[in-house]
């Protein structure tokens, strides 16, 4: 049986490798437009565009990883059963339970890799990627302003600058709208633009200008300085606020978070769903795996391009119950534990209604025979007793 489980083995691990790297690149296009715009608008270097890539690489991989084994095993079954390879193991005695033994170690390797790339790895990414992308801002922020255009991708604030020389400023305009209750104009002869890593803001250092503004009281007022320090916030820059969010925490900090939040009397209902899925995900490779096996046998006839549709619907399923459950979840609108094993109970039950109907054919295993034998020749035995 080991030349069997290796033949099984070796079949799936083709189609699992092109379909992790297509499922995987599909999913990096998500993020394309960013990093794109971080190279050209942002001019980071290449080396760092290739650190985003890596970092965001395990939360793909973890959504890869469930598709790819469901694919792997499902068109490698409905090969072997559109090659009559399945009926000549049955007529052999090997039963269908015993051909998902080689299905069942994978899913179980795969289950285990996307478990330690989410309880272990996935947040630190997400967080790593995050710092880089706010590196790279702060670093390459001056290039973002042009000489004579004004500057607007800061919410509030609108710049314009008469000359900028690696980050040295002058002829500074700027319109402060970030307080709509006291907005202000700032004019400055020079200014100096000055990362902060440690505070994620940019300090402007302005020097010899005037603070035009208007009072509660619709009083015009001027301040002149000698130096002024003006801070710009980077989060305003990016789609997510610079404290640690969901995506960036660890299972003890989602729970610390969790006790936080229901010691206020705020609901945790997105908590409770992130830390439900770091196990669900891992737990829906055996699930997705167990199913690729008679959905493969029973689309067999259709050939290899039906078994390839077949597969991409499951996906698509999975995929789309996953997306609901997460949005119901972290919405309060169903229970968290329910919104993340949901899609693996779906999912069970469709494997456990393909797998009846394929067994139903299926020639019966080698236990199956022995124990037919050890009952036959009791009731013989019975029934000599008697006569």
Request: charged share 20%.
């Amino acid at each position: 049986m080991q030349v069997l489980d290796r033949y099984i083995i070796k079949e799936q691990l083709k189609i699992f490798s092109i379909s992790a790297f297509i499922l995987f690149s599909v999913l990096l296009l998500e993020k394309v437009n960013f990093l794109s715009n971080m190279l050209l608008a942002h001019h980071a270097p290449v080396f760092l565009i290739g650190e985003l890539m890596l970092y965001i690489s395990p939360t793909f991989m973890v959504l890869a990883m469930p598709l790819s084994i469901l694919m792997s095993t499902l068109m490698s079954f409905s090969r072997l059963s559109a090659e009559n390879e399945i009926t000549a193991m049955r007529a052999g005695g090997v039963s269908l339970y015993r051909l998902m033994a080689p299905v069942l170690l994978m899913s179980l390797v795969a289950g285990g890799a996307t478990l330690y790339l989410t309880t272990n790895v996935v947040h630190k990414g997400n967080l790593a990627f995050r710092q880089t992308v706010i590196r790279i801002l702060q670093t390459n922020f001056n290039l973002d302003i042009k000489e004579r255009r004004f500057y607007s991708n800061f919410p509030g604030l609108v710049i314009h600058v008469n000359e900028n020389r690696d980050g040295v400023l002058s002829g500074v305009f700027i319109s402060d709208q970030r307080n709509p209750e006291k907005p202000k104009i700032i004019e400055s002869r020079l200014g100096v633009l000055v990362p902060n890593p440690d505070s994620k803001f940019i300090t402007m250092e302005l020097q010899d200008g005037v603070i035009h503004s208007i009072t509660k009281s619709s009083v015009y007022r001027t301040i002149a300085f000698k130096q002024y320090i003006l801070s710009i916030d980077l989060s305003k820059k990016l789609s997510e606020p610079l404290e640690k969010e969901i995506p960036h925490m660890s299972i003890p900090e989602l729970k610390q978070k969790i006790a936080s939040l229901e010691s206020e009397g705020k609901p945790a209902f997105a908590e409770r769903v992130a830390i439900h899925r770091k196990y669900s995900i891992p737990v829906g490779c055996i699930v997705l795996g167990l199913l690729g096996v008679p959905a493969g046998i029973i689309t067999h006839r259709r050939g290899s391009a039906g078994g390839f549709g077949v597969g991409v619907l499951l996906i698509v399923l999975n995929y789309l119950f996953l997306m609901i459950g997460q949005g119901l979840g972290s919405g309060g609108k169903v229970p968290p534990a329910l919104a993340m094993w949901g899609p693996n109970a779906i999912m069970a039950v469709i494997g456990a209604y393909f797998i009846m109907r394929v067994s139903k054919d299926t020639m019966p295993g080698r236990f199956s025979l022995w124990l037919s034998d050890i009952l036959k020749k009791s009731k013989q035995r019975n029934n000599k007793e008697y006569s």
